[in-house]
């Protein structure tokens, strides 16, 4: 609101409405995350940059990328718990980055909970197209039963599962070859 008032001060014209949200990047304030709801307006997941913090793993280096999938089950618990709170405290929240614009990745995203995805332009296509096609509900019982396997990925069990799990066969076949 500082800046308001100083716009204000100087004679500019103001927002009738401001709106301050949370920039969720890091495990720290993920797991924080019910203290900082009743302050926030809105949640934008960095989901490539918490996964990056998540595993300890530069998303950057090539050496060590691949050591890290966001369909694990832990992560996938992490990206639900979020999601939850923010749906208990009426919190608006959303999942940017590579992380939405990767048909398999944002079919899950949508049987996590997440309504909102923001993407590069190249990726509203096959995106769209995918959840379009996307079984939400069998797909969110799918994954509800194996978000406890004891496996580092479930990317796999996914392909494997298809149009059992829910998932367009675009969606597989993309993912297959990642």
């Not at 809105?42 to 369909?71: H, K, P, T």
Request: some cysteine.
């Amino acid at each position: 609101m500082r800046e308001v008032d100083f716009a204000r001060s100087r004679g500019h014209d103001v927002p009738v409405e401001v709106n301050a949200g949370i920039m969720l990047e890091t495990p720290g304030i993920a797991w924080a995350i019910e203290h900082a709801l009743p302050h926030a307006d809105f949640v934008s997941v960095g989901a490539n940059d918490l996964m990056q913090y998540f595993f300890a793993a530069d998303r950057q280096n090539s050496r060590v990328w691949e050591r890290y999938d966001i369909l694990s089950p832990a992560a996938l618990q992490l990206l639900k718990t979020i999601q939850e709170a923010c749906k208990r405290h009426d919190v608006p929240v959303s999942i940017c980055g590579e992380v939405a614009s990767q048909p398999l990745e944002a079919a899950v995203m949508l049987a996590l909970g997440y309504s909102k995805l923001s993407m590069a332009a190249g990726g509203v296509a096959p995106v769209k197209t995918t959840l379009a096609r996307v079984d939400v509900g069998k797909l969110g019982t799918w994954l509800a039963s194996h978000l406890g396997d004891d496996v580092p990925s479930l990317r796999p069990l996914l392909i494997n599962a298809g149009k059992s799990a829910g998932i367009p066969r675009e969606a597989v076949d993309k993912s297959a070859s990642i």
